[in-house]
């Protein structure tokens, strides 16, 4: 059976990293895994291709006899690797690159081939119609959101939750994926517990993951013996044995107020 994850946070959280790694760890014990990114700057394979690849939406516009692989492209240990694009910086609804994707993918029969893992990468913007797709037409079947322990990527994760909640989406756990804030791990375990769900793994906050961006390459690929990327498996592993899907419980804004100042 397929394991189809929509990872969702706040901009700037580490969603893209933490999605290239988990499919480097995956693709490393030998699953079939398609990354999707559904974000506009396009940056979730990077690490993965090695490079930047074409936009789904910048390639149908600009070539109208496009096949498949003008579409998806391998990456490390075969990752198929997809970015779905969006309209320049001001320009129309960024979400709208997401549903155009999905549906070209869809059409290619892309979802049809031998994959055990699909992973897509969301934007935390589940207010946005396209930012929804992947719960609302029901591509994934399970939602992370990662999080640090700071104010704004935890009122994020709060929205997200009450998006995933109206969609009627399966909230899997919550990914910490630290910055360094004081009583960080306390913090958001006790969100995740609040909001009726768990933290399914932690990753530090360490200089040698974002050297090995630097290098255009995953952590998991570069400094495969490090503890960072053993960090990785252990939350790649955590995933693959969880069956938790919780019974969500968002916090309204007066109440996370009062939450998060309890630590301060």
């Known amino acids: 059976m397929i394991k189809k994850i929509a990872i969702y946070g706040k901009g700037g959280i ?24 559904c974000d506009p700057k396009a940056d979730t394979t990077r690490t993965l291709y090695g490079s930047r690849i074409p936009t ?32 320049e910086p001001g320009v129309g609804c960024a979400g709208r690159g997401v549903i155009v994707a999905m549906k070209r993918l869809e059409k290619l029969g892309v979802f049809d081939e031998d994959l055990d893992v699909v992973v897509y ?15 609302r037409e029901k591509y994934a079947d399970e939602v992370l959101i990662v999080t640090s322990g700071e104010y704004m990527a935890l009122y994020a994760a709060n929205n997200i939750v009450r998006g995933v909640k109206k969609l009627k989406g399966n909230l899997s756990g919550i990914i910490c994926n630290c910055r360094n804030v004081d ?16 933290v399914v793994g932690t990753i ?35 995933i693959m044995a969880n069956e938790n899907i919780a019974e969500l419980e968002p916090m309204e804004d007066e109440e996370f107020e009062e939450f998060f100042r309890s630590y301060m």
């Open 56 to 87: 789904v939406v910048s390639t149908i516009k600009n070539n109208k006899n496009y096949e498949r692989d003008d579409l998806v492209f391998k990456g490390f240990k075969d990752i198929l690797c997809v970015e779905s694009g969006g309209p």
């Open 183 to 198: 009583n960080e791990e306390q913090i958001v375990n006790d969100f995740a517990k609040r909001i009726g769900t768990h």
């Open 204 to 238: 530090h906050r360490s200089n040698l993951i974002q050297n090995a961006e630097l290098n255009a390459k995953t952590v998991v690929e570069k400094y495969p013996e490090s503890p960072e990327a053993q960090e990785y498996r252990d939350l790649a592993s955590s």
């Open 121 to 135: 990468d969301v934007l935390g913007d589940v207010v946005c119609g396209g930012f929804s797709v992947p719960l």
């Open 14 to 37: 580490g969603k893209s990293t933490t999605v290239a790694n988990l499919s480097a760890v995956w693709a490393s014990d030998d699953l079939n895994c398609l990354v999707i990114g």
